[in-house]
């Protein structure tokens, strides 16, 4: 009953670095995300992912990358880390896909992953 | 584009009383879905409620209901009997309803929260 896991939970790197956060769900989920959380801004998303094979932007793309290597697992990676980047990451996933959708499309959210940028 | 706008950056209310967390939202799409989710200290985000633009009864789940009122554009958070373990950020969300491929039919866009403390 793992739900959606992600590593690493806290991560601290130096300007310019450049590390992938992991993350992968065990529900069969189609869709997965990648959100930030800063103070006072609630979530922002980053990417997502409607089904294996496919990704787009959210609202905030810039300076991140996205693989959906299959159905399970959606990494994200920071090729040059900023300071600006310093943050709680989220991965979620849901069920929807494709054409079928419904309203009440409830997104499951990993622990959070805490990433300080020096 | 959608706005979700939580007023409230903290609330504090008295064990078992009642608490109404405020969340107006703006959208020009008539088919859309609102959310509510909990963050407690921990991190994690628990979802709570969901109303259907198109839903004629105000959503319930337990002690949470929500206070749909669409021609204001609200969807207040009701949680009744307060507990000390609802004590935690509470978020607003809205995400409308395209069909895929629609790219903005994906994003479930988020309020700032509010953080709710129930006082013993």
């Known amino acids: 009953n793992a739900g959606v896991t992600q590593t690493p939970k806290f991560q601290v790197l130096k300007t310019g670095q450049s590390m992938t956060l992991q993350c992968a769900q065990d529900?069969?989920?189609?869709?997965m995300y990648w959100y930030r959380q800063d103070p006072g801004m609630g979530l922002r998303l980053i990417y997502y992912s409607a089904s294996e094979g496919t990704t787009d932007k959210g609202e905030v793309p810039n300076g991140y990358n996205v693989s959906r290597l299959n159905k399970r697992e959606f990494s994200l990676r920071l090729e040059s880390a900023a300071p600006s980047q310093t943050s709680v990451y989220f991965c979620?996933?849901?069920?929807?896909?494709?054409?079928?959708?419904?309203?009440?499309?409830?997104?499951?959210f990993g622990a959070g992953s805490r990433l300080t940028v020096l | 584009a959608q706005k979700i706008t939580q007023t409230q950056p903290g609330m504090f209310v008295q064990e078992k009383e009642a608490v109404t967390l405020d969340c107006t939202y703006d959208?020009?799409?008539?088919?859309?879905?609102l959310f509510w989710y909990k963050q407690p200290s921990s991190g994690e985000m628990i979802f709570l409620i969901y109303q259907g633009s198109y839903d004629e009864q105000n959503a319930t789940e337990g002690r949470y209901s929500l206070n749909f009122q669409k021609a204001r554009k609200s969807a207040n958070l009701v949680i009744s009997a307060s507990q000390l373990g609802d004590s935690a950020m509470y978020f607003c969300?809205?995400?409308?309803?395209?069909?895929?491929?629609?790219?903005?039919?994906?994003?479930?866009?988020f309020g700032s929260g509010t953080q709710l403390t129930v006082l013993p």
């Open positions: 979620a996933s849901s069920e929807e896909a494709g054409l079928i959708f419904s309203g009440a499309n409830v997104l499951t």
């Open positions: 529900m069969n989920h189609n869709s």
């Open positions: 969300a809205m995400r409308e309803l395209g069909i895929w491929p629609s790219g903005s039919a994906r994003q479930l866009t």
């Open positions: 959208t020009s799409d008539q088919s859309y879905g």
